[in-house]
């Protein structure tokens, strides 16, 4: 049982979100990291995210935004709805992260900006994915 503070914050989807994202970051940076010396920083990035992705699926639908079978669509069709994120992330974001590094002139910064915007952007289109059934 959590202390009813961190209840109160761990029942925001906001925080879960987070919570989840952080260790899809963990993973999703050790990877890019130990590619980027050994390939173009595009095919490090959009091989780090493709890994990083299948974790982040299951933790948002179980835990960020917690959707039962019976109260949102079917996995199924959040599978589908969330790989097309992915794989439009995948597409999108090693150029997100090229610009900014080019952009900022460091790698590592470059890399930790890029993931603030995917971030964002992921947020609200996941929201959409694992919404509710509407009534």
């Known amino acids: 049982m959590m202390p009813p503070m961190i209840q109160a914050l761990w029942d925001r989807k906001p925080v879960r979100y987070i919570a989840v994202g952080g260790g899809a970051f963990v993973v999703n940076f050790a990877i890019f990291l130990g590619l980027e010396p050994l390939m173009d920083v595009r095919f490090a990035e959009a091989i780090a995210r493709s890994l990083a992705t299948v974790l982040t699926f299951f933790g948002h639908k179980h835990v960020t935004f917690r959707a039962e079978d019976g109260q949102a669509d079917s996995a199924a069709k959040q599978g589908v709805g969330y790989l ?4 439009a992330n995948v597409l999108i974001s090693p150029w997100v992260v090229f610009y900014a590094v080019d952009l900022l002139g460091h790698v590592v910064a470059g890399k930790f ?12 289109l996941s929201a959409l994915i694992f919404r509710p059934k509407a009534s």
């Not at 097309?84 to 794989?87: C, F, G, I, S």
């Not at 900006?113 to 609200?124: G, N, P, R």
Request: charged share 10%; proline share 0%; glycine share 0%.
């Open 84 to 87: 097309v994120l992915a794989a």
């Open 113 to 124: 900006v890029s993931e603030v915007i995917m971030t964002v952007e992921a947020y609200l």
